[in-house]
């Protein structure tokens, strides 16, 4: 019998397949900092039309959410729910909405630099809903959507 771990994780997986090696490695291994950084965090898993989204969050409400990372054909990105807010003198944050701001990821290296640990932080201290201060977590798949945008670029192999 299956467990249930692997019931979640099993689609979770597949969805990471759907992008370019090197991106899939990126999402996982990004996914496992974020995991180390936010212990207790739910994680709220969305495969929506134009990204793949992992929301860390306080509780399994979207709007409890703390950071997500998000990927697309064009990359992978940190985003803060509330990034406009959050003082970031190294001016690493992206985006000019009233509420939200992203960082690039490259690489999982990315989210070990200091200034963007720091944001992740000042993030957790400034969520609405505290993280729970213990507990391992948990994994929610919210949404599928049914058509979604090419998960790899655009390329010579991969054009329609």
């Given at each position: 019998m299956p467990t249930v771990l692997s019931l979640v994780?099993?689609?979770?997986?597949?969805?990471i397949d759907r992008f370019d090696p090197k991106a899939a490695g990126i999402i996982r291994q990004c996914?496992?900092?974020?995991?180390?950084l936010l212990p207790t965090s739910t994680e709220?898993?969305?495969d929506n039309y134009n990204f793949f989204v992992?929301?860390?969050?306080?509780?399994?409400?979207p709007s409890s959410c703390v950071?997500?990372?998000?990927?697309?054909?064009?990359?992978?990105?940190?985003?803060?729910?509330?990034?406009?807010?959050?003082?970031d003198p190294d001016h690493l944050l992206?985006?000019?909405?009233?509420?939200?701001?992203f960082i690039r990821?490259?690489?999982?290296?990315?989210?070990?630099?200091?200034g963007v640990l720091a944001l992740i932080h000042q993030a957790i201290e400034r969520a609405p809903i505290p993280l729970p201060k213990e507990g391992g977590?948990?994994?929610?798949?919210q949404s599928i959507s049914a058509k979604q945008r090419q998960r790899r670029k655009a390329g010579k192999g991969n054009q329609l």
């Open positions: 994780e099993r689609p979770i997986s597949e969805f996914r496992q900092e974020l995991r180390k709220l898993i969305y992992i929301g860390y969050c306080s509780s399994a409400k950071v997500s990372l998000a990927a697309a054909a064009n990359g992978v990105g940190l985003s803060f729910y509330h990034g406009a807010t959050l003082k992206q985006g000019v909405g009233k509420q939200n701001r990821l490259p690489s999982v290296e990315a989210l070990q630099v200091p977590g948990s994994t929610i798949i």
